[in-house]
């Protein structure tokens, strides 16, 4: 059965603090990772891996994959207040499935 | 440019009731979905379509029923709502399916739907 599995839970820092959310999987004919972020209401699009060990940045969020391994990290720097969200993990398979496979989401809290 | 809108955004049912969700997308997308989110359970697929007239099944379909009868529009209905139905639903939509280039999801602000 396919799985995404999310690590931590959830996480309380400090402003200006750097955080680390790992993503392991799963999943047969893997093609790509996805990352969202979930605030009070809909997920937004961060980040969406396919090649392994290439780095995506987006100003203070980064985001790798690791095929071998079968996982993915998202890197937060400078933590500020508005980070504070569940981060959101999900794979697509091969195949034309229409079926995203969601991690459970790490909760972020980031205090002032 | 409104995005992905739903409507309600909050219902309270009692079993046995039914109702419909409305999803509207105005970015001309072809493919719309409809997740529902459960605490330590993650976003899961009940139904998708592929475009107007198409509707598939999902990780978990049973007890809903889907209709694109409009390009822009994605109705999601409940003919017979459980307690386990509770839920929060997200519609999204893209504009090519998970396979194409253009895979990126838009999802609504959601409906927190309870039934009683």
């Known amino acids: 059965e396919d799985k995404v599995v999310q690590s931590p839970l959830s996480l309380v820092v400090h402003e200006g603090d750097t955080v680390t959310l790992n993503c392991s999987y799963e999943?047969?004919?893997?093609?790509?990772l996805l990352w969202y972020k979930q605030e009070k209401k809909a997920p937004t699009f961060l980040f969406m891996l396919?090649?392994?060990?290439i780095e995506k940045k987006s100003g203070r969020l980064s985001s790798i994959l690791d095929k071998k391994e079968l996982f993915s990290i998202l890197n937060i720097t400078a933590t500020q207040t508005g980070d504070s969200a569940v981060y959101l993990c999900?794979?697509?398979?091969?195949?034309?499935?229409?079926?995203?496979?969601f991690g459970k989401g790490t909760k972020l809290t980031v205090n002032p | 440019n409104a995005g992905v809108t739903q409507t309600p955004k909050f219902r309270v049912l009692k079993t046995g009731q039914s109702m419909t969700l409305l999803c509207a997308q105005d970015?001309?997308?072809?493919?719309m979905y409809w997740y529902r989110q459960d605490p330590g359970m993650g976003l899961r697929l009940i139904h998708y379509?592929?475009?107007?007239?198409?509707?598939a099944k999902g990780e978990v379909p049973d007890g809903y029923n889907v209709s694109r009868l409009k390009k822009q529009n994605f109705l999601l209905g409940l003919e017979s709502a459980a307690p386990s139905q509770t839920s929060v639903y997200f519609c999204?939509?893209?504009?090519?399916?998970?396979?194409?280039?253009?895979?990126?999801?838009?999802f609504g602000p959601g409906t927190r739907l309870t039934v009683l």
């Open positions: 999204a939509s893209s504009y090519s399916g998970l396979a194409g280039l253009y895979n990126e999801q838009f």
């Open positions: 999943v047969t004919n893997f093609r790509s």
């Open positions: 396919t090649s392994s060990g």
């Open positions: 999900a794979v697509i398979r091969q195949g034309g499935s229409e079926k995203l496979v």
């Open positions: 970015m001309n997308h072809e493919y």
């Open positions: 379509s592929v475009g107007e007239g198409t509707t």
